[in-house]
């Protein structure tokens, strides 16, 4: 047995052990205290019987009639006369009779009173009944009980008691036993999960435990496995597109030096190769401070300065800075926006995530296009919306676009495509606005990304 079952098992079998003593412990005095009580009614009763007869027919027949029937009994009587002096008995008189034959008897109720109840210390119990003839009082009629009758009684409901107590412990042993296994089960799998989980094997499964607790657990430690290895598999993913995104520029620029450093090249070509080697170089600088960038991010260093900023004059400076790569393409690029707007953003950054959307529209749209920044104000929302009528995207790569290097289309070269940290930079820059990002697009149609936040209210 493991440690967590052996300790369950224990704490188990201990608290219901203690429960179970003091059940059996309260039932049994219960059960002894009313087995008293009812051979002291029983004796108060017969009292009593023995007294109506007296009083009906008090002769000495009727007096050793008496006397002769309680001697084939269990229980003894006494009668004796007002003033306790012994008329008859029905057995013989011993020094614990006559101890209790000894009490001073006060205002005895007509129907009896126990005068004896002792049964662990006497050697009797006993209840006294006044008769009287005449209207006057005659006498007392004495009854008694030998305790050894009632200790018999105890001793056989002591031994039933025992036998209880002993198939009870053995039930509630195998239960405990049953209930552990049942309980530790699952925990003990979800040991070894998480053992597995930190020696970095991730294929954990649990089979199915129902609705309660035990089985929520499992189901998060399921959701961590798929999360961490999902994260591995992420991670990988990450640095082979770093090495491979970086190994490519850093190969023209090598090559390129090499072809510009001969002696034999005419200034021509060196002056081409070295705008190449520029290009590459401003490239690899780009990615590098999108790296940084992210790296900040993740690090939360990333500072957020925000003020306060009338939208639509932010947003028509940003139209007029990137109207002419617009036009330079042959494509259409249309803003609408209300004056009274304001909201709460970073300028710098906000250019910065806003930008990296247009030049996406830019980049993937076809001459006499059209591309639309519209900003829409609902509910205390500000959603601003990027229109394009370009390329799109197809529905099995729309849940991934914003993952760092992911590239729609795989076969796309690095000119046209891109580093593919662009929409990872702008989901993280608008969450760290405190908003999010939606996007909707279709195959040949074009695409929408919309940036959700809140207005500023004053």
Not at 29 to 49: F, M, V, Y
Not at 176 to 193: D, N, S, Y
Not at 341 to 365: G, H, T
Not at 386 to 407: C, H, V, W
Request: charged share 25%; net charge negative; with cysteine.
């Amino acid at each position: 047995m493991n440690k967590l079952s052996l300790k369950l098992g224990i704490w188990f079998l201990v608290v219901m052990l203690i429960i179970e003593i003091f059940l059996l412990y309260f039932l049994h005095e219960n059960i002894i205290d009313t087995q008293i009580q009812e051979e002291l009614s029983t004796l108060q009763a017969r009292g009593n019987n023995h007294r109506d007869v007296l009083e009906e027919s008090y002769r000495p027949e009727t007096l050793h009639h008496i006397a002769l029937m309680e001697s084939k009994g269990e229980l003894d009587v006494i009668i004796t006369d007002k003033s306790q002096n012994i008329i008859i008995n029905s057995s013989e008189v011993d020094h614990a009779i006559e101890k209790i034959l000894s009490y001073r008897l006060k205002n005895v109720s007509r129907n009896g009173e126990v005068i004896a109840k002792r049964w662990k210390d006497e050697q009797y119990i006993s209840t006294v009944t006044p008769y009287s003839i005449n209207e006057n009082q005659k006498g007392y009629v004495y009854m008694f009980l030998s305790t050894d009758h009632v200790q018999g009684i105890i001793s056989n409901l002591n031994h039933h008691f025992v036998v209880a107590a002993v198939v009870t412990g053995f039930f509630l042993l195998l239960t405990i036993v049953f209930l552990t296994k049942v309980l530790t089960t699952p925990l003990i799998q979800m040991k070894k999960a998480t053992e597995k989980l930190s020696k970095g094997d991730f294929s954990v499964h649990f089979p199915k435990m129902g609705n309660d607790e035990l089985s929520e657990l499992s189901q998060s430690i399921t959701i961590l496995a798929n999360d961490l290895k999902h994260l591995k598999e992420e991670r990988s993913e990450f640095l082979a597109s770093i090495s491979h995104e970086l190994r490519t520029p850093l190969t023209y620029i090598k090559g390129y030096a090499d072809i510009a450093k001969r002696e034999n090249i005419a200034d021509k070509d060196r002056d081409h190769y070295l705008e190449i080697i520029f290009e590459e170089s401003e490239k690899l600088s780009d990615m590098i401070t999108d790296l940084f960038n992210l790296a900040k991010i993740d690090r939360n260093t990333f500072v957020i300065n925000r003020v306060n900023v009338q939208l639509c004059n932010y947003l028509h400076t940003l139209y007029e800075k990137v109207l002419p790569a617009f036009k330079e393409k042959k494509i259409e690029l249309e803003l609408n926006c209300r004056e009274n707007i304001n909201v709460r953003i970073d300028p710098m950054r906000f250019e910065q995530l806003l930008l990296n959307l247009l030049n996406n529209a830019l980049k993937y749209s076809e001459p006499y296009t059209k591309t639309s920044l519209s900003v829409k104000e609902e509910k205390g929302k500000v959603r601003i919306m990027i229109t394009d009528e370009g390329s799109g995207i197809s529905t099995e790569d729309l849940p991934f676009i914003f993952e760092r290097f992911y590239r729609t289309e795989k076969s796309r070269s690095r000119d046209s495509g891109g580093s593919g940290l662009g929409l990872s930079i702008v989901k993280e820059l608008i969450e760290a606005h405190g908003g999010n990002i939606e996007v909707a697009s279709e195959p040949g149609k074009g695409s929408t990304f919309t940036l959700i936040f809140k207005e500023m209210t004053e």
